[in-house]
């Protein structure tokens, strides 16, 4: 009697250590929450008009707000807001013409294309997609525009984000260079 109540004590606490571990191995992170920086570059047809004028384009930096929802292995939703720090500046006949610059909100669909495993806890992935943003012309007037994103993102341990990428607005000919740092929730 005492023998089975043994095993039956070992097993129960086997299964109980087995369980526990199976469930911190397979918790996934289904939030992410990034800061970085995103440096946008004038529009094809002000840069005719400028260059005609022999113009020098400053490229206008902003903060990067990103969040990202991830309900699925491959698929993200990203959400972002671009608040410009800085007007956009031209360079013409060596005088410096400065431009409001506009704020802008996005979301979308996002996929990973493929995983490249570093080390145990460590991977690089490759996301790309189609996202919607909203900006906000010279008059404050809502402007929706098409954008295409995509990203490097290397994870290190369960929760430390990096990325670097880039983002074509198709509706204002705008490329994009974004880069930052977050967490994994």
Request: overall charge positive; some cysteine.
């Amino acid at each position: 009697m005492r023998n089975l109540f043994l095993l039956l004590a070992c097993i129960f606490i086997s299964q109980n250590i087995k369980a526990q571990a199976q469930d911190s191995i397979s918790q996934k992170r289904k939030f992410e929450l990034s800061f970085g920086s995103n440096y946008l570059f004038i529009p094809d047809s002000k840069l005719i008009d400028y260059r005609e004028e022999e113009a020098l384009i400053v490229p206008t930096s902003s903060i990067l707000l990103f969040g990202e929802l991830r309900p699925d292995h491959r698929m993200r939703v990203p959400f972002f807001f671009n608040l410009p720090i800085e007007t956009k500046q031209f360079l013409v006949n060596n005088q410096l013409i400065s431009e409001r610059a506009s704020p802008a909100l996005g979301a979308g669909l996002q996929f990973r294309l493929f995983k490249i495993g570093i080390e145990e806890k460590s991977k690089v992935e490759f996301e790309i997609g189609p996202l919607v943003s909203l900006l906000f012309d010279k008059d404050s007037n809502p402007r929706v525009s098409p954008l295409l994103a995509g990203r490097f993102r290397l994870q290190q341990n369960d929760h430390f984000v990096m990325f670097i990428g880039t983002s074509f607005n198709l509706g204002i000919n705008v490329f994009g260079l974004f880069f930052g740092t977050g967490v994994l929730f």
